[in-house]
């Protein structure tokens, strides 16, 4: 089992940035791939970034050069720093993890290959 618990959302204006953080329980994070993603109002939830076991990066391109997401094993925490924010990028954003290092080809962009989720934090980008 593991436990996600995301921090850092918040408003902020268009060009602004912030570090999403999420903190996660268990014993397994060494080994887990970790995930953003967001969903906003009306919408499906979208692919953001990705990080495996191996510190390999994945990103969707509407974030690809402004987002960037990290991993802290020691501290059990996974972060995104998203610079350049646009209003598109209003959302809730959640945390998901898988216990396995690695996925395969697109797994990493599809949600139902995660396991665990948390229970979102709010970005909203004002222009």
């Known amino acids: 089992q593991m436990q996600l618990v995301e921090s850092g959302g918040g408003s902020v204006q268009a060009g602004d940035s912030l570090r999403l953080s999420c903190a996660a329980s268990g014993r397994t994070f060494t080994w887990s791939t970790m995930g953003w993603f967001r969903q906003a109002p009306g919408k499906e939830r979208e692919f953001v970034a990705a990080i495996n076991g191996g510190g390999n990066t994945y990103y969707a391109d509407s974030v690809k050069g402004r987002f960037t997401i990290s991993r802290d094993n020691a501290k059990n925490t996974v972060y995104v720093q998203m610079n350049s924010l646009k209003p598109e990028d209003t959302a809730v954003y959640y945390c998901?993890?898988?216990?396995?290092?690695?996925?395969?080809?697109?797994?990493?962009?599809?949600?139902?290959?995660?396991?665990?989720w948390g229970q979102g934090t709010q970005v909203t980008v004002s222009s």
């Open positions: 998901a993890a898988v216990a396995r290092p690695f996925l395969g080809g697109t797994d990493y962009r599809t949600a139902a290959r995660y396991d665990y």
